[in-house]
């Protein structure tokens, strides 16, 4: 059967692993590679990279850094932040990559989803949405709007609906990444994350906001299959950060079913 | 010397990077005429089959690995798409693929699991080629495909996986084997089973 996924997810900036609350006040947390190679070490599921900064700053991604990460990490890789076109997509594949996380060119080029998927298959191509609480409104119906670049600008657009159409246009998998809770450690926006797991068919990965074991398990509970808990593993504002292991532990005995610690 | 067959949507360099960790001799091999020293293949795989196939035939590798893989019965092994176009024919872009072992490839049901299928799962390990004894019992694998081959012939299956139905993780019949799940991204179990592959003594029997 399968397994939930627990994802680590680095927001890098200037090629060191950072980590916001609530999209600012970014604080160092340390190498990529390095930090990829500990938890690949503690048996996280899988690593995502994202670049915070180049699509706002319309830098070229960080090759070197991907290569640093794939050729010491055998779980699969994600990266994201300033990818433009089919051509910054074969390069990030042929670095190592597995997986390219699109967000705010996406909302800007839609029509690069489609073009990624007929390269390289669904499963290639992730969708990453950063959303809002908002009021309900008639162009906002679900009263979570889709914001870009960094959660600094807003797109008039319902998440709900980006999501469906995301998953019309050709992309694999939606990350659900919560503005408001991004690590405040309060939990995932499990209201968003439930609206969008019974809208699309696709795999979605609940993002932002988890404190606890518990919150985890929520997530799974919603139909998340996969979350994202990189506050709780690294986040130098969380006190007591907890390993793969223990978190693995802890959500074996809440009955969830994961990829057990040091298989083989 | 392991050649890792380079195309435009693989992802060759993961494969690479897992050889390299285990100290296997290999090499990333762009067309047929690299290939002078390579006792064996892998056909890494990110794409769809008709871009997969496509560049197999543009770039010559089609006739190449028939002759070799086929005609001399070097050691191949296919990952992901480079399983699934293994099989006769893909419902994915309606492909014609290699047909080197018999069954078709099929696109999972979005109405009854979320489609792609994505992430850690185990495998059922079945049948008597040595390939199957490098898998974990119980071990989890990682898979990322929104298709899946059936061989028509159920003796040429390794590994069953369950995804709303189940479908071949792992084929392999004599010399040729494949693997649906990311042998290079599935952590210690994965990597145990490229090893394998790589230290087998090909031809193999069955």
């Given at each position: ?39 690949y070490?503690?048996d996280?599921d ?27 990490t055998f779980v ?183 990829r057990?610690?040091?298989s083989a | ?119 850690w ?19 989890y694998y990682y ?42 991204k599935s952590a210690r179990a994965g990597l ?15």
């Amino acid at each position: 059967m399968l397994a939930n996924r627990l994802i680590a997810c680095f927001d890098v900036k200037d090629g060191r692993v950072t980590k916001a609350q609530q999209f600012q006040d970014n604080i160092d947390v340390g190498d990529p590679a390095e930090l990829a190679d500990r938890l690949y070490r503690d048996d996280v599921d899988e690593i995502v990279t994202y670049d915070i900064m180049a699509s706002a700053q319309k830098r070229q991604i960080d090759l070197d850094m991907v290569r640093r990460i794939a050729h010491r990490t055998f779980v699969p890789l994600t990266v994201g932040g300033g990818i433009r076109s089919l051509e910054d997509m074969h390069l990030v594949l042929r670095a190592g990559a597995e997986k390219i996380s699109i967000d705010s060119m996406a909302v800007r080029k839609p029509e690069i989803i489609t073009q990624g998927s007929k390269e390289f298959g669904r499963q290639c191509i992730v969708l990453s949405m950063q959303v809002k609480r908002v009021e309900k409104t008639a162009s906002i119906p679900s009263g979570y709007e889709i914001a870009i670049d960094g959660a600094r600008t807003f797109t008039g657009m319902d998440a709900v609906e980006w999501a469906r159409r995301g998953q019309d246009l050709g992309a694999g998998e939606i990350v659900v990444n919560s503005i408001d809770r991004d690590g405040t450690g309060e939990g995932y926006d499990l209201e968003i994350t439930g609206l969008i797991t019974e809208a699309v068919s696709l795999p979605v990965i609940a993002s932002g906001g988890a404190g606890r074991i518990s919150h985890v398990s929520d997530a799974f509970g919603i139909g998340a299959t996969g979350a994202i808990v990189s506050s709780m593993l690294y986040s130098p504002r969380v006190e007591h950060n907890l390993t793969v292991e223990e978190m693995k532990e802890q959500l074996g005995e809440l009955g969830e079913r994961v990829r057990p610690v040091h298989s083989a | 010397m392991i050649g890792i067959i380079d195309y435009r949507t693989g992802n060759s360099q993961s494969v690479a990077y897992a050889l390299g960790h285990l100290g296997v001799p290999h090499k990333l091999v762009t067309k047929p005429s690299e290939c002078d020293d390579i006792d064996k293949y892998v056909l890494p795989g990110v794409g769809s089959a008709g871009v997969t196939m496509e560049s197999l035939a543009h770039d010559g590798w089609v006739g190449h690995l028939t002759d070799k893989v086929l005609g001399d019965g070097q050691g191949f092994l296919g990952v992901c798409v480079g399983l699934q176009v293994l099989f006769e024919h893909s419902a994915e872009d309606d492909q014609e693929c290699l047909g080197w072992i018999k069954g078709t490839v099929q696109q999972f049901d979005n109405t009854e699991v979320r489609v792609p299928h994505m992430g850690w799962n185990t495998v059922d390990v079945r049948g008597e080629h040595p390939f199957a004894q490098s898998f974990t019992p119980g071990g989890y694998y990682y898979f990322v495909n929104s298709y899946y081959a059936v061989p028509t012939d159920s003796a040429a299956l390794v590994g069953v996986t369950t995804y709303g139905q189940p479908f071949a993780a792992a084929v392999a019949q004599g010399n040729i084997m494949a693997t649906q799940f990311h042998t290079e991204k599935s952590a210690r179990a994965g990597l145990q089973v490229l090893k394998a592959f790589c230290d087998l003594e090909v031809p193999v029997a069955g």
